[in-house]
């Protein structure tokens, strides 16, 4: 136990004080694992073992599925699908109250769950929808804290590389089980934001004056159907056993090619080059991430780093509501200063064993710390998806925030409701019987 506290001592000061000096976070993580075991294990030793975990990390088939989602996100949003998506958001929203705004939450959750990225539906819908929104009176804080407090929702509802992540990291928990269970959480968070925006624009007076005519509505629908095919095609064949998480990333890039290429024509041969680019660059830093997380795993295994966590919040009180909400606090404080994927990475191997002897079931666990993380992604200093809605927004990150906090709450109140209620999480997983 005296170990485990030292070596985990040893690697929370080394991380934070190379990443306060601005060492990349991927760098950091293996510097202060190796540091960690120094006490318990020759350099030479330390060293050869930390770059065998790095390639027995990445030497995971199912992490194959990473790169090609991720391709698959960028050709998508590259292709024309945004503005189809949005089109069939506001034949569904009407005429209600805040009614772009509403268009704007539902196009965040359906692009999020055609693309898998938060940043890119905050992008894509932000810069579509913004605009409109300011000529039909809308306050400009007000449009982007609707389409920032949404964006995350793509990344509960799937698919979602960061399930793929905490699939592997957990010990190869089912990514199918982990997509249906993202599901209902995902629609609670959008439907918890839609109720703000809904009394927010009743009182300011927020109506959109657009109708569609019955023709209009089924060319729309028409239009945005190939778009939606994707998300059966892909998930319905994962969770029927057609093809597993991986070949369906494959299914999703060339049915998202042959969509874009062919279908809608917004991409042209020229523009693959550039978007295989940036997809191998984003591909590379979170496989790096990964591989290198599998030191810090390591070494928390091989102290009994977990064991002690555990120790210490059982010591505190051995009320699982209790115990779940200080998990929560934690996780929540942590995604505001780290991304999703490392935070996933070093935190999975440290809780999951807590929650676990609580009754906690890993699935449920999984969505719980992905439900807190998304959060993270929308909260300053390392917000990637706020900085991206007020960069398309063209407003203050402290006006906003302002703007944010009653979405905060509502979200807060469905994080709550996921973690204390399994059956949110469970009941798709159970239907198809993963659980």
Same mark, same amino acid.
């Given at each position: 136990?005296?170990?485990?506290?030292?070596?985990?001592?040893?690697?929370?000061?080394?991380?934070?004080?190379?990443?306060?000096?601005?060492?990349?976070?991927?760098?950091?993580?293996?510097?202060?694992?190796?540091?960690?075991?120094?006490?318990?294990?020759?350099?030479?030793?330390?060293?050869?073992?930390?770059?065998?975990?790095?390639?027995?990390?990445?030497?995971?088939?199912?992490?194959?599925?990473?790169?090609?989602?991720?391709?698959?996100?960028?050709?998508?949003?590259?292709?024309?699908?945004?503005?189809?998506?949005?089109?069939?958001?506001?034949?569904?929203?009407?005429?209600?109250?805040?009614?772009?705004?509403?268009?704007?939450?539902?196009?965040?959750?359906?692009?999020?769950?055609?693309?898998?990225?938060?940043?890119?539906?905050?992008?894509?819908?932000?810069?579509?929808?913004?605009?409109?929104?300011?000529?039909?009176?809308?306050?400009?804080?007000?449009?982007?804290?609707?389409?920032?407090?949404?964006?995350? #929702? @793509?990344?509960? *509802?799937?698919?979602?590389? /960061?399930?793929?992540?905490? $699939?592997? %990291?957990?010990?190869? +928990?089912?990514?199918?089980?982990?997509?249906?269970?993202?599901?209902?959480?995902?629609?609670?968070?959008?439907?918890?934001?839609?109720?703000?925006?809904?009394?927010?624009?009743?009182?300011?007076?927020?109506?959109?004056?657009?109708?569609?005519?019955?023709?209009?509505?089924?060319?729309?629908?028409?239009?945005?159907?190939?778009?939606?095919?994707?998300?059966?095609?892909?998930?319905?064949?994962?969770?029927?056993?057609?093809?597993?998480?991986?070949?369906?990333?494959?299914?999703?890039?060339?049915?998202?090619?042959?969509?874009?290429?062919?279908?809608?024509?917004?991409?042209?041969?020229?523009?693959?080059?550039?978007?295989?680019?940036?997809?191998?660059?984003? #591909? @590379?830093?979170? *496989?790096?991430?990964?591989? /290198?997380?599998?030191?810090? $795993?390591? %070494?928390?295994?091989? +102290?009994?780093?977990?064991?002690?966590?555990?120790?210490?919040?059982?010591?505190?009180?051995?009320?699982?509501?209790?115990?779940?909400?200080?998990?929560?606090?934690?996780?929540?404080?942590?995604?505001?200063?780290?991304?999703?994927?490392?935070?996933?990475?070093?935190?999975?191997?440290?809780?999951?064993?807590?929650?676990?002897?609580?009754?906690?079931?890993?699935?449920?666990?999984?969505?719980?710390?992905?439900?807190?993380?998304?959060?993270?992604?929308?909260?300053?200093?390392?917000?990637?998806?706020?900085?991206?809605?007020?960069?398309?927004?063209?407003?203050?990150?402290?006006?906003?925030?302002?703007?944010?906090?009653?979405?905060?709450?509502?979200?807060?109140?469905?994080?709550?409701?996921?973690?204390?209620?399994?059956?949110?999480?469970?009941?798709?997983?159970?239907?198809?019987?993963?659980?």
């Amino acid at each position: 136990m005296n170990t485990a506290i030292i070596c985990g001592l040893i690697i929370l000061v080394v991380l934070v004080v190379l990443l306060l000096a601005g060492v990349p976070i991927a760098v950091a993580l293996g510097i202060s694992s190796i540091c960690a075991i120094l006490p318990v294990m020759d350099m030479n030793v330390a060293v050869l073992t930390g770059a065998q975990r790095i390639f027995s990390g990445i030497s995971v088939f199912s992490l194959l599925a990473i790169p090609f989602f991720i391709l698959a996100g960028n050709i998508m949003n590259k292709g024309g699908i945004a503005v189809r998506i949005i089109n069939l958001a506001k034949v569904i929203t009407g005429r209600m109250p805040g009614a772009l705004a509403e268009t704007n939450v539902l196009a965040n959750m359906l692009f999020g769950a055609i693309s898998g990225s938060g940043t890119a539906a905050a992008s894509a819908m932000g810069s579509i929808i913004g605009p409109i929104e300011k000529e039909e009176g809308y306050d400009p804080d007000f449009s982007a804290a609707a389409n920032i407090a949404t964006a995350p #929702t @793509g990344l509960l *509802i799937p698919p979602s590389n /960061v399930m793929i992540t905490f $699939s592997l %990291v957990s010990g190869g +928990t089912s990514v199918a089980a982990l997509f249906m269970a993202g599901y209902l959480p995902g629609f609670l968070w959008g439907l918890a934001c839609m109720l703000v925006i809904f009394f927010i624009a009743k009182k300011r007076g927020y109506r959109s004056n657009t109708t569609y005519t019955a023709k209009e509505k089924w060319n729309i629908f028409i239009q945005a159907l190939p778009c939606l095919l994707l998300i059966v095609i892909v998930i319905g064949g994962i969770i029927s056993g057609i093809f597993t998480a991986t070949e369906g990333a494959v299914v999703a890039v060339v049915y998202s090619l042959f969509l874009s290429l062919f279908i809608y024509r917004s991409i042209k041969p020229k523009d693959i080059m550039p978007i295989l680019k940036d997809s191998a660059e984003m #591909t @590379g830093i979170i *496989i790096f991430l990964i591989g /290198v997380s599998s030191i810090m $795993s390591w %070494v928390m295994s091989f +102290t009994n780093i977990p064991e002690a966590v555990s120790a210490g919040l059982l010591s505190v009180s051995e009320n699982k509501i209790i115990i779940f909400l200080m998990i929560n606090v934690i996780l929540l404080v942590v995604g505001t200063f780290m991304d999703m994927t490392p935070a996933c990475l070093i935190f999975t191997p440290i809780f999951l064993p807590v929650c676990q002897a609580l009754g906690m079931n890993t699935i449920h666990f999984g969505i719980m710390m992905i439900f807190n993380l998304c959060i993270g992604t929308i909260t300053p200093p390392v917000g990637t998806t706020l900085f991206v809605g007020v960069k398309v927004g063209g407003v203050k990150i402290e006006t906003v925030m302002k703007q944010l906090l009653v979405y905060f709450a509502a979200i807060f109140v469905v994080l709550m409701l996921v973690t204390y209620i399994p059956q949110i999480s469970l009941f798709l997983p159970s239907l198809m019987e993963y659980v």
